[in-house]
């Protein structure tokens, strides 16, 4: 391969929200920086995940970039919790109003990196994307160089598969919820089936079968989900929020989740039952992501506690679903509340009141396999003309493994990682210099406002590389025993939760053979900022120049 090579100040991989406001920053310092992005345009994974029902669980005030006053002012949600295309247009309108895609190469697929000792620089290398955003023509490659590298790829952006003996059998038509096509999929009249029942699945299946002319839902562990409240924005409360904006927006930096929720003080345990059931219901209705998990300070630490409020959440299911087999089915049993990612949803549990969608529970009769027509369980095989996958992710070290970058002595990143990620601060690596992450593992990222999040990050890393600029800019890393002191930090505050109980893609347990590690730090993104601050005004004690 003969590979044309460009040089840069940075290279930031990933035009989501956190490669586009990196980008904006990176300019601020006057560095020449480039963003390459798989996809044909920006938006990350709000350009993936286009599938019917699509929509953010974080409400649409408060999932917006916080840093420039007037966006905030002047862009206008129509919907509590918007839609992916709403979203997506407004990562569009970032971009344009910032002037962002002069310097965004799109359909690039990174391949690999490579940091180079003598020059101290990274070396990119990038083909040319298939619609899928996965490389191909590997003649046509193209070379990179920067001294900063920033990996900006989002957590959920490596689609899983589950391995399905047949999987690749199936003659009818099949899609995966984050490669979905383009133009939409009509499903008028067909007999369709689903496999996954988390939070796409739950978004995707009332939307299908109001569509289809039957849906099947291949049914494994039943999640806690709650009513989104969907509804227009009102104009009052959008002026009442935009007049607070610079006030909300502090209060969410140093909220818990990113969302100013109002902070627990009484044990479950302190109320009355009524009590109790006024506060959990009142936070039900509420449809405010993390709002019933906040309710008490107990609920994700304590299992009694947590029982409380799962027992309440079944109590709701079975009084939405009208036959008491199903809804025992649908029940959320198996994991502690709030130790998945809580779903919202919008009619899902009313779904199965449908005349036209069976739930086929795979505890009671495993999935056998797929065939050329169909999905075959132990006890029947159902005929279909389309499957869709909604079986999540490799989450957050997938696509920074897929790109596996190498660092000092050629060490790569799946080899450092061979136990399960370490980083300092979800932010940068031991032995790969001058390399940053975009809500890394490490990182309370996921289990927060994920803007909030990368807000702070991209923020944190800008003022990191200013500082280097200054002082000659010298290719710096975190110290090993740094790294292996956050991810104890990390882990210790999981261990005084129930997460660690959790059958979560944030220990990596929905994939077969991952490293069974807790990646999210649960200790909230405010806790989280005051670390990270504090690492920066003294000086930065935690990094070393590379030799
Ligand atoms: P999730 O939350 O990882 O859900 C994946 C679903 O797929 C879940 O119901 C799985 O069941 C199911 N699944 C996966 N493999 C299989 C097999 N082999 N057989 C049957 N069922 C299977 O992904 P989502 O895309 O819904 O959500 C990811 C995040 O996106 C979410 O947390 C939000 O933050 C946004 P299981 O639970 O493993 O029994």
Redesign the pocket.
């Known amino acids: 391969m003969t590979a044309r090579e460009h040089v840069t100040d940075a290279i930031v991989v990933g035009a989501g929200f956190a490669g586009l406001y990196q980008l904006i920053r990176l300019r601020d310092l006057g560095l020449d920086t480039v963003v390459l992005e798989r996809a044909p345009q920006v938006g990350g994974t709000w350009y993936w ?1 286009r599938y019917p029902g699509a929509r953010c ?1 974080i409400t649409s005030l408060d999932y917006s970039y916080s840093f420039d006053a007037e966006l905030q002012q002047e862009w206008e949600w129509s919907e509590k919790f918007a839609t992916q295309p709403e979203i997506l247009r407004y990562a569009e309108h970032v971009a344009d109003r910032f002037d962002l895609n002069r310097d965004i190469r799109f359909g690039r697929a990174v391949t690999a990196a490579r940091w180079e000792e003598q020059t101290q620089t990274w070396t990119v290398t990038v083909m040319p994307a298939d619609r899928w955003g996965a490389p191909q023509d590997h003649s046509a490659g193209e070379l990179y160089r920067a001294k900063y590298l920033i990996l900006a790829v989002g957590n ?1 952006s490596a689609a ?1 598969l ?3 003996a047949g999987i690749a059998d199936f003659a009818g038509r099949s899609f995966h ?2 490669q979905w096509p383009e133009d939409g999929v009509d499903f008028t009249g067909r007999r369709v089936g689903i ?8 978004q995707i299946i009332p939307l299908v079968a109001e569509q289809a002319g039957h849906l099947t839902v ?4 039943p ?1 806690f989900s709650l009513p989104a409240g969907n509804r227009p924005l009102h104009p009052e409360e959008v002026r009442e929020r935009k007049a607070d904006y610079p006030a909300y927006r502090e209060r969410a930096r140093h909220s818990f989740t990113g969302v100013p929720v109002p902070v627990p003080t009484r044990s479950v345990f302190e109320v009355t039952a009524q009590e109790r059931e006024r506060v959990f219901e009142e936070a039900w209705e509420s449809g405010v992501y993390g709002a019933l998990l906040a309710s008490f300070t107990d609920l994700s630490t304590d299992a009694d506690a947590n029982e409380l409020a799962a027992e309440f959440i079944r109590r709701k299911v079975r009084s939405l679903v009208e036959d008491p087999e199903l809804a025992a089915v649908l029940e959320p049993r ?1 994991n502690y509340f709030g130790t ?2 809580t ?1 919202l949803d919008t009619g899902y549990y009313q779904t199965f009141n449908r005349p036209d969608t069976t739930l086929v529970d ?1 505890r009671q009769e495993p ?1 056998v396999r797929i065939t050329r027509t169909g999905v075959a369980t132990e006890g029947r095989h159902v005929e279909l003309d389309d499957l869709i ?5 490799d ?1 957050m070290t997938g696509s920074l493994l897929a790109i596996d970058p190498v660092g000092r002595g050629g060490l790569a990143l799946s080899e450092a990682w061979r136990e399960g990620p370490y980083t300092f601060l979800g932010l940068a690596a031991h032995d790969f210099p001058n390399m940053f992450f975009i809500t890394g593992p490490g990182s309370p990222s ?1 289990l927060s406002n994920m803007i909030v999040s990368i807000e702070q990050h991209v923020d944190w890393v800008t003022g990191f590389i200013e500082r280097a600029e200054r002082d000659g800019a010298p290719a710096m890393h975190p110290t090993e025993q740094a790294q292996r002191e956050w991810m104890q930090t990390v882990h210790d505050e999981a261990a005084k939760t129930l997460y660690l109980h959790g ?3 944030y220990l990596g ?2 994939v077969p053979g991952k490293p069974r590690v807790f990646m999210p730090y649960v200790g909230g993104v405010g806790q989280y900022r005051d670390i990270a601050e504090r690492e920066e005004a003294d000086g930065y004690p935690n990094w070393e120049r590379v030799a």
């Open positions: 995940n669980d959920l899983h589950p391995d399905i919820s984050a496999i996954g029942t988390g939070s796409t699945g739950i291949f049914h494994r562990t999640n198996g998945k990612r779903c795979l999935l996958f909604a079986t999540g992710f989450a996921v059958n979560s893609w347990a929905n």
